[in-house]
Nanobody
Framework: QVQLVDSGGGLVQTGGSLRLSCAAS??????????MGWFRQAPGKEREFVAT????????YYADSVKGRFTIFRDNAKNTVYLQMNSLKPEDTAVYYC????????????????WGQGTQVTVSS
């Protein structure tokens, strides 16, 4: 079992940057045995995949909408995964969630077993 706490959201202008963090506390199983992902959900829309990273951190996969602007990375010594968001756009406005999965580099929300509480990101135009 793993508990996830998202943080780092806020209000930023178009073109700005934010770094989200997701701190994990795992019991009975190490953090580095989970692939981690970030998803987001805008008002009135379904939750969508943003990025995922393998348990070692050596492999990543991004949604086309964020490729080249967002970077996912992790520090297994700190049990934390991050999402660095640059060149933010108003359409990036959403609640962002981190999640943990057993499956490798999956973009399907249904494959993720554990979820953070979400952190709000608002990009003003």
């Amino acid at each position: 079992q793993v508990q996830l706490v998202d943080s780092g959201g806020g209000l930023v202008q178009t073109g700005g940057s934010l770094r989200l963090s997701c701190a994990a506390s795992a019991s009975g199983r190490s953090f580095n045995t989970y692939d981690m992902g970030w998803f987001r959900q805008a008002p009135g829309k379904e939750r969508e995949f943003v990025a995922t990273i393998s348990r070692s951190g050596s492999s990543t996969y991004y949604a086309d909408s964020v490729k080249g602007r967002f970077t996912i990375f992790r520090d297994n010594a700190k049990n934390t995964v991050y999402l660095q968001m640059n060149s933010l756009k108003p359409e990036d406005t959403a609640v962002y969630y981190c999640a943990a999965a057993d499956l490798i580099l999956t973009s399907r929300a249904s494959d993720y077993n554990y979820w953070g509480q979400g952190t709000q990101v608002t990009v003003s135009s």
